[in-house]
């Protein structure tokens, strides 16, 4: 089990998460930030400081954004388990999900 990061990250990356995760297993692309399910250790650090509510645990992801955890597991598909976010940085890249979107208002 993991979590996943849904559509109210897109455009937003606050990067809270980021600082609250002991494992480093949250990365970032261009658009949004994933959780890799195999180093994400269940902890649930990441959710309560996620200001947008956009990180939910796998089984409670909302009907519509369900999608989503397809996106964080096939986000990884070519970088395979990099061992850490921190050193790898910005991917430059993102799901074909999160490419399709228009651009989200940051407003919300």
């Known amino acids: 089990m993991t979590y996943v990061i849904a559509q109210p990250c897109v455009d937003v990356k606050d990067k809270a998460c980021i600082d609250e ?14 959780i890799h399910p195999d180093e994400c250790v269940d902890c649930g650090a990441c959710e309560p400081v996620c200001p947008v509510e956009a990180i939910y645990y796998e089984d409670d992801v909302p ?10 597991v096939e986000f990884f598909d070519d970088l395979g388990s990099p ?3 921190a050193k790898l940085g910005n991917t430059g890249k993102d799901h074909p999900i999160i490419q399709a979107l228009p651009p989200q208002n940051q407003d919300a």
């Open 63 to 72: 009907d519509e954004w369900q999608q989503y955890y397809n996106a964080n």
């Open 21 to 34: 995760c002991p494992v480093d297993c949250i990365y970032e692309g261009e658009r949004s930030l994933y």
């Open 83 to 85: 061992g850490g976010a």
